[in-house]
Each structure stands twice: as C-alpha cells, then as structure tokens.
C-alpha cells in the first residue's frame, strides 16, 4: 500500500504566503505525475498544479504566477509553495500521486486526506 501524508495548511490573511508538504511512503516501486487539488465548500475538486517524474508542470490559470510546484524525487516528496493568497484560495487541499508498487504493475492514483487552507479577507 502507498501512503500520502501532507501538512502545511492553515491560517493565513491575504497577500500571504503558505508551503504544503506530501510525503508518499510504503510499497513503492516508482512514481510518476504528483500534483495538487482542491476543494471549496459546495464546489467539485480541481487541478490545482501538477509535475511529472521529469519535472514538468502545470497549473489552473488562476494560480499560474503565484503557486509553484516542485518535488524531491529522493524523499518522495511534492510540496505548493503558494504565494498571494487571495480569500477565493480557501479550499481543502489534496495530494496525489501516481505510483507503481512493482516493476510492471499498473500504475494507481492515490489521495492524501487533505489539508485546509484558509484565506481571510
């Protein structure tokens, strides 16, 4: 099984600054794309930000200029750095990656369970 752990939400007024974290750990073999998605209150989850195993990325055009995506392949890690937050960023935020746990088997996606990012006005 393959584990994704994040951390760094919480609090922030606007023109703020937050770092999320998500650690992947257990059976894996290799990972491929890992990203980022949120979700508001009554609204479906979206993209947020993603990179691929050879670091490249996308980004929802809203948050394009003041979210970065990186990752370090060696701690399995991804991390958003998001700067300028704005009220409509508030969100529970959610980690994905795309694992195989052996060599061959299919590749799966799997979820974190989120971290809530609050932006006041």
């Known amino acids: 099984q393959v584990q994704l752990v994040e951390s760094g939400g919480g609090l922030v007024q606007a023109g703020g600054s937050l770092r999320l974290s998500c650690a992947a750990s257990?059976?894996?073999?290799?990972?491929?794309?890992m990203g980022w998605y949120r979700q508001a209150p009554g609204e479906q989850r979206e993209l947020v930000a993603t990179?691929?195993?050879?670091?490249?990325?996308t980004y929802k055009d809203t948050v394009k200029g003041r979210f970065t995506v990186s990752r370090d392949n060696a701690k399995n890690t991804v991390y958003l750095q998001m700067n300028s937050l704005k009220p409509e960023d508030t969100a529970v935020y959610y980690c994905?990656?795309?694992?195989?746990?052996?060599?061959?088997?299919?590749?799966?996606?799997?979820w974190g369970q989120g971290t809530q990012v609050t932006v006041s006005s």
């Open positions: 990179i691929t195993s050879g670091s490249g990325t």
């Open positions: 257990g059976s894996i073999f290799s990972i491929n794309a």
């Open positions: 994905n990656a795309l694992c195989r746990t052996l060599p061959g088997s299919p590749w799966v996606r799997y």
